[in-house]
């Protein structure tokens, strides 16, 4: 009998097509998916236009988290929309205020030994109690909720070996920081990272958590720890005994690749401006002034981590020139911090207390001022992310965030004494609406459609040649932030010709109406990047979007794994340049004639592209059903 570790546990016990053991395409089937609302809107609409009466997975949980605060009537309208679809099609709904859709959902819904697909990066959050979660598209997750399967390349498991214990002062987010400085951001496409080891046992849940939420930053599919003894306690703790499933790695259980971290010898980390993968020691940074410290997101918003943050900033005040605000990730942690004392802790010690949403870590609001240092214990430091171009944005753990907004500069936290796992959390479920009706849906419930909410475009099938301009060039790491903007933008996503106004912001102002002028004229837009394009948010809208705009293909040195799974859904080819080095052979504007495209896609993907200083081979690796649905258009246009 073969002996297997987690991921593949759960794995094969959710197969419906492939073979793990190729190297090829498998399909899981989805017990649970999870949306947001700046992800959510599209992914219904999408889910509507399949023509399905309800939703055919065990749990659908549509959130509300991210656009909450923001001014005009469209985050409103999508607001609606949401509720009212999640009242007719049997999805379950959360409120605005109710808390960060992965904190939630680890606290109230996820089960060990389970499949999740959400509509976000950082679902892997679930891998902190023994689940495969992974994030993806929109549209993934419309197909998933539909009964369909999600397909991903079969994967490779790497076991990342936790021994020792944490020092204090160093906690869970340098235990991330550890592996992002081994592993980078780039070149893990593939892969699952399952922890193991006897270091495992001494994390608690949250702190799993923290470390399977920012693996989405190395790029893999998804992280996972085994569901033991601690996953059963914070279960029980939750009141959701019953969900409890033991998976843990067989005896002897084989692993593509190891790595051990020592976890006595780890010291405070940070990632430095402008990368998760950029690690310097805090120890590094000391004495650098820092302008802004804020605290919570989906990463670092458990009970534990705020009140660790109340226990460091008890009886003290931080800094005049430090402005601090406190995100919790869930009304669950708001109350437990209140009943204990430490949400006035907080308040006493100069902290603004922050509404239970993404907030500062898309950029939506607390952007800092021009230069500033920022410290924050979020997961993403990308260039601008925070609202504010020129700030430098470092991340960190709890500890070293409270300690540096006492001191009013970087430095490593002393520590302080462990908060022990709650026997008991106050479980308050009341902004969960329609649990009562999911999976089944009210009939006749009407779907509620302000101005904002747009119809979904549909690609058109690919043509056998493509005379095509190179609409821009970008150089290496371009994260979805870059391509669509989130912040002050992020209120158009259920608008696709409003937002598409916005492709490329950062980078070129003038990419949307340069594309609109290559349509009508009948040529193809052409985007070239380098390494590891399309890092960062699933939205799928960085393919959606430029679809609309009359992209054709992306060219490449590397794509990341759930951007390139958008650009396939949405008939746009995903090819690599076959010599990384032809990248210079091409300038923005250029003329390229991609002939024969249609049928490359459909053989071996394998192309020769013409351009002005001669011409270069790039290839795309597709299984049948990805060249299907780019022969199509996409995935709608294959329906």
């Given at each position: 009998m073969k002996r297997m570790n987690v991921a593949q546990?759960?794995?094969?016990?959710?197969?419906?097509?492939?073979?793990?053991?190729?190297?090829?395409?498998?399909?899981?089937?989805?017990?649970?998916?999870?949306?947001?609302?700046?992800?959510?809107t599209m992914a219904y609409l999408q889910f509507e236009s399949m023509?399905?009466?309800h939703v055919k997975n065990d749990l659908a949980v549509s959130y509300v988290d991210h656009n909450t605060v923001q001014i005009g009537f469209e985050n409103a309208d999508d607001h609606d929309f949401l509720a009212s679809v999640a009242k007719k099609f049997g999805i379950v709904y959360s409120k605005a205020g109710n808390g960060i859709c992965h904190q939630l959902h680890l606290e109230r819904f996820g089960k060990p030994g389970t499949t999740l697909l959400g509509s976000d990066s950082h679902t892997p959050t679930g891998g902190g109690i023994g689940q495969i979660a992974i994030g993806a598209g929109g549209i993934d997750?419309?197909?998933?909720?539909?009964?369909?399967?999600?397909?991903?390349?079969?994967?490779k498991v790497r076991a990342i070996r936790l021994k020792g214990r944490l020092r204090r002062g160093v906690s869970a987010k340098d235990i991330i920081l550890k592996v992002l400085e081994k592993f980078g951001t780039k070149g893990n496409v593939g892969w699952i990272f399952e922890y193991t080891g006897p270091g495992v046992a001494a994390l608690d849940v949250p702190s799993r958590?923290?470390?399977?939420?920012?693996?989405?930053?190395?790029?893999?599919?998804?992280?996972?720890?085994?569901?033991?003894?601690?996953?059963?306690?914070?279960?029980?703790?939750?009141?959701?005994?019953?969900?409890?499933?033991?998976?843990?790695?067989?005896?002897?259980?084989?692993?593509?690749?190891?790595?051990?971290?020592?976890?006595?010898?780890l010291e405070p980390l940070a990632a430095a401006p402008h990368s998760p993968g950029?690690?310097?020691?805090?120890?590094?940074?000391?004495?650098?002034?820092?302008?802004?410290?804020?605290?919570?997101?989906?990463?670092?918003?458990?009970?534990?981590?705020?009140?660790?943050?109340?226990?460091?900033?008890?009886?003290?005040?931080?800094?005049?020139?430090?402005?601090v605000g406190i995100a919790c990730g869930s009304r669950q942690v708001v109350n437990m911090l209140a009943a204990d004392g430490s949400l006035a802790v907080l308040i006493k010690a100069g902290c603004r207390i922050l509404e239970n949403a993404c907030g500062f870590c898309i950029g939506a609001h607390m952007s800092p001022s021009t230069n500033a240092v920022s410290l924050r214990t979020n997961n993403r430091n990308f260039e601008g992310r925070s609202g504010t171009k020129s700030a430098?944005?470092?991340?960190v753990s709890p500890e070293t965030a409270a300690a540096s907004a006492l001191a009013g500069e970087f430095v490593a936290s002393k520590g302080t004494a462990a908060v022990p796992a709650?026997?008991?959390?106050?479980?308050?479920?009341?902004?969960?609406l329609y649990r009562e009706t999911a999976g089944k849906g009210v009939k006749g419930a009407k779907i509620v459609r302000g101005p904002n909410i747009a119809t979904v475009p549909k690609g058109e099938p690919l043509a056998n040649d493509l005379k095509g301009v190179a609409a821009i060039k970008v150089g290496d790491k371009i994260t979805t932030d870059h391509i669509m903007p989130a912040g002050a933008r992020l209120k158009f996503r259920s608008n696709v010709p409003e937002y598409s106004k916005y492709v490329f912001e950062p980078c070129d102002p003038t990419f949307h109406d340069r594309c609109l002028k290559n349509r009508e004229s009948g040529l193809a837009n052409v985007i070239i990047a380098g390494e590891s394009y399309g890092q960062g948010s699933s939205r799928e809208h960085a393919a959606l979007c430029p679809m609309y705009l009359g992209v054709k293909a992306v060219i490449a040195k590397s794509i990341e794994r759930i951007h390139r799974a958008n650009l396939i859904n949405f008939g746009i080819v995903p090819f690599e340049f076959e010599n990384p080095a032809d990248y210079e052979k091409v300038e923005a504007g250029d003329t390229l004639e991609l002939k024969g495209v249609r049928s490359a896609v459909a053989g071996d993907g394998r192309l020769v592209v013409k351009c002005a200083k001669g011409s270069f081979a790039v290839r795309t690796r597709l299984s049948g059903r990805e060249k299907h649905l780019v022969l199509c258009g996409g995935l709608l246009a294959s329906l």
């Open positions: 546990k759960i794995i094969s016990a959710h197969l419906v097509e492939g073979d793990p053991a190729k190297d090829a395409e498998i399909g899981i089937r989805i017990d649970q998916t999870l949306t947001q609302d700046a992800t959510g023509g399905v009466s997750i419309a197909v998933a909720m539909a009964g369909g399967a999600f397909h991903i390349p079969s994967p958590a923290t470390i399977t939420n920012m693996g989405a930053e190395l790029g893999v599919t998804t992280s996972v720890f085994p569901s033991d003894d601690v996953t059963r306690q914070f279960l029980a703790a939750q009141g959701r005994a019953r969900d409890f499933v033991r998976v843990e790695a067989d005896e002897g259980a084989v692993y593509d690749d190891e790595f051990t971290v020592d976890l006595s010898k950029n690690i310097v020691t805090v120890a590094s940074m000391k004495g650098l002034k820092v302008n802004q410290v804020m605290i919570g997101s989906c990463t670092n918003s458990s009970y534990r981590d705020i009140r660790t943050v109340a226990q460091i900033l008890k009886g003290k005040h931080v800094a005049d020139d430090v402005e430098q944005v470092y991340l709650p026997k008991k959390f106050p479980v308050d479920d009341a902004m969960f």
